[in-house]
């Protein structure tokens, strides 16, 4: 098979434009499309001065920096040093910037500074889907998953450790300033750089050793970020938050087409089960209404969230983690509640009376005890219960009937059948964010500007699913610029030349071979006038 001829010199016939080397359906365009119709009331949202200033010297414009970091954030690109080499050497930024590049300082300045404004980006995503009529908000579903913190895992200390480093940071300073105090030098202006460091570290020690002997429930804590909270994930226990999102699936000409993301939120705690209600707020909140069913893990299951998603009027579909101990004969769902002498009598025909209250993990229970001598001669007894001395016991809380309809109605074939969906929506979701828009692991750190990272990778995820949507309702497009089956100016320009070079070829032809040495020579001499 012959090869194409190949020259890295090869020259254009004319000069290049961007608008012929990124195609029209690229999503470069649609992030382009996205924020310049942004009006000037959203530009104030996000804390941005669209018209500039009229003295100094200029700046680069506020639509080409938040294009070049919305668009890095869909690619994975993130870093500001890496954006700021993209804008130099890809396409899709030159096109963004319009063939500018600015520096990583300017990229990060306009994002540290408008960050925590672009909240209101992510709300515009879920918003334009609803408009485009995208989302039905059928069903939804939420989960939560540990991202990894800017933190080394090396650094968390307990009290002890916080103590023992403390003492060695004390004996190291001594040593320096013992160093730097000899002599007749001069002093010198600034502390000398180690020893800047260690009087550094000894008053972040201090800080953390006043956090761990508060009142609250911290036992470690990270001297890098001290928000972030071991948690187990893939690669192991580490430092992370734990980062929730809400998934609710998009339809593109009556056909399932991805998911887009409608509330999110990053929390320090390990557990699940506090979220769901604030996430379902949050959903609401931005869509405009509710969903129908929301689709949830056993993680965030409780009788409290089972009530309060009653009350809200919303179906919540959930499992419980305590499987086994639901198919036991002598689980306390097999007690029969006998409201006139309110006593529960078990599946033997004992009956256990109303003992005294008690709380359990703060939550007020009713706790019913049967007879110690009767279990003791029960069959059952080793089985039911172990307790010789008084017999079984039942705690029941003031959601145990919410719980126990809950249970009933998820052994439904209908429950099942909607649970199925669950996988199919959220955790997509996180798969993408971690391995195409390299979301494995957080760059900044603190709570709250690690939740404005997320929020803007989930802003980043939306716009996929515009993108998406968009390019399927503009239709196939050549890459050369096309619109609605016209051809670009510029390449109606280019045919328009080179056709009429071809025209102009025989005659051009005619001209040269009329003008040999002889033909000249017998021509007669042309008047300078």
Avoid at 140 to 147: E, I, K, M, Y
Avoid at 261 to 269: I, Q
């Amino acid at each position: 098979m012959p090869h194409r001829p190949m020259s890295r010199e090869q020259m254009w016939i004319m000069p290049p434009s961007l608008e012929d080397l990124l195609p029209a359906d690229h999503p470069a365009r649609f992030v382009g499309e996205f924020v310049d119709a942004l009006e000037e009331e959203n530009w104030a949202e996000l804390g941005v001065d669209i018209e500039g200033g009229r003295l100094g010297a200029p700046g680069y414009h506020p639509r080409g920096l938040l294009s070049v970091w919305l668009y890095g954030f869909m690619t994975g690109v993130r870093s500001s040093r890496k954006l700021e080499a993209a804008c130099g050497e890809q396409i899709p930024y030159l096109w963004l910037t319009g063939c500018q590049r600015p520096d990583h300082v300017t990229l990060w300045r306009f994002y540290k500074a408008h960050r925590q404004g672009m909240r209101k980006l992510f709300e515009r995503t879920v918003r334009t889907a609803v408009r485009m009529k995208l989302v039905s908000l059928a069903v939804q579903a939420v989960d939560g998953t540990r991202v990894g913190a800017n933190a080394a895992r090396d650094r968390t200390y307990d009290a002890e450790g916080l103590r023992r480093l403390l003492k060695r940071l004390e004996e190291a300073i001594r040593e320096l300033e013992a160093q730097n105090e000899g002599g007749e030098d001069a002093e010198p202006a600034r502390l000398p750089k180690e020893l800047a460091q260690k009087k550094g570290l000894r008053e972040r020690v201090r800080e953390a050793m006043e956090e761990l002997a508060g009142e609250g429930e911290t036992k470690r804590i990270n001297l890098t970020d001290a928000e972030a909270q071991f948690m187990k994930t893939r690669q192991g226990i580490m430092p992370a938050f734990n980062a929730q999102a809400m998934a609710t699936p998009v339809e593109l000409e009556g056909k399932a087409s991805g998911m887009l993301v409608t509330a999110v939120e990053v929390v320090e705690e390990t557990n699940d089960f506090a979220r769901l209600i604030p996430m379902l707020e949050q959903a609401e909140e931005t869509t405009d209404r509710k969903a129908e069913t929301t689709l949830a893990d056993a993680g965030y299951h409780s009788g409290r969230n089972l009530e309060e998603c009653a009350n809200r009027g919303q179906e919540v579909v959930m499992p419980e983690s305590q499987h086994k101990a639901l198919k036991s004969p002598y689980h306390k769902d097999r007690f029969t509640y006998d409201e006139d002498s309110d006593s529960y009598i078990c599946p033997l025909g004992q009956r256990l009376r109303f003992s005294t209250m008690k709380k359990t993990r703060g939550v007020p229970m009713r706790l019913y005890r049967g007879s110690a001598a009767l279990c003791r001669k029960c069959p059952a007894f080793g089985v039911c219960t172990k307790d010789r001395r008084h017999g079984r016991a039942l705690e029941i809380g003031p959601h145990d009937q919410v719980l126990r309809s809950h249970r009933d109605w998820m052994c439904t074939d209908e429950a099942q059948k909607k649970y199925k969906q669950r996988k199919q929506l959220v955790e997509p979701v996180f798969g993408i964010i971690k391995e195409q828009q390299a979301g494995r692991r957080f760059l900044l750190r603190s709570r709250a500007k690690v939740a404005a990272e997320w929020t803007m990778l989930a802003t980043a995820f939306n716009l996929r699913t515009l993108w998406r949507a968009w390019r399927s309702r503009t239709g196939p497009r050549w890459r050369v610029g096309c619109a609605n089956g016209e051809v670009s100016t510029y390449r109606s320009i280019l045919a328009g030349i080179i056709g009429s070079v071809l025209k102009l070829l025989p005659l051009l032809r005619t001209d040269l071979q009329s003008l040999s040495p002889g033909v000249l020579a017998s021509r007669p001499p042309q008047s300078n006038i």
